[in-house]
């Protein structure tokens, strides 16, 4: 999993705090993205980026904010937690020099009770 | 749309047997992209492999090989003389050309005992 790097790797909230799960990546990938992993379900796209001040939704985009202000950093926001946000985050990015593959950061892990 | 089918949950083996991890898929597009992770109980995605759709060339990486056909939209993949290490969620996922959205089947856990 080189270079993405996400933080927190563990968070429990309570319902209706705010939060964010940060995510970076040292490779200059113009691609960012966010996904969850639910069990049974796989992994489903929140939110992504092809490039600094570009974002779109992904298949799962409610509760969730981004923003991409610059290469590195796409972090991910959940502005009133809900028990239904109790998942797996996954950050990746990739980029046409590295064959478009897509590398996946080690993932956050977020409780909400 | 796009879809991707892994309809094997679960399969356990003794270490050394051979496994065949099966995916299907759906997709209106004629150039797209296939994709192998492999997830240890650690929980982080290991990229295992991409395939073109242009491709149907069949893989091996040691005891790793893929079989991407077309006419029947499977990429299934194989382990030889499985290891204990072996144990991990294996996920298969599909993109068009645009890689902006990778889709993911529901991922098939492989238990490897010795």
């Known amino acids: 999993n080189a270079g993405v790097t996400q933080t927190p790797k563990f968070q429990v909230l309570k319902t209706g705090q705010s939060m964010t799960l940060q995510c970076a990546q040292d490779?200059?990938?113009?691609?960012m993205s966010w996904y969850r992993q639910d069990p049974g379900m796989g992994l489903r796209l929140i939110h992504y980026s092809v490039g600094a001040g570009i974002t779109d939704q992904g298949e799962v985009p409610n509760g969730y904010n981004v923003s991409r202000s610059t290469t590195e950093d796409f972090p991910l926001r959940l502005l009133s937690a809900a028990p239904s946000q109790t998942s797996v985050y996954f950050c990746?990015?990739?980029?046409?020099?590295?064959?478009?593959?897509?590398?996946f950061g080690e993932g956050s892990w977020l409780t909400v009770v | 749309a796009q879809k991707v089918t892994q309809a094997q949950t679960e399969i356990s083996v003794v270490e050394k047997e051979d496994v065949t991890l099966d995916c299907v898929y759906e997709t209106r597009d004629t150039t797209y992209y296939l994709f192998w992770y492999k997830q240890p109980p650690s929980g982080e995605l290991v990229f295992l492999i991409r395939r073109n759709s242009f491709d149907e060339q069949n893989e091996i990486s040691g005891r790793y090989s893929w079989n991407f056909q077309k006419s029947t939209s499977s990429f299934n993949f194989t382990i030889t003389a499985s290891q204990v290490v072996d144990s991990a969620v294996y996920f298969c996922?599909?993109?068009?050309?645009?890689?902006?959205?990778?889709?993911f089947g529901t991922g098939t856990r492989l238990l490897v005992s010795p």
């Open positions: 996922a599909l993109t068009n050309t645009g890689f902006q959205k990778l889709v």
């Open positions: 990746a990015s990739k980029s046409p020099s590295s064959g478009n593959t897509i590398y």
């Open positions: 490779m200059n990938h113009e691609y």
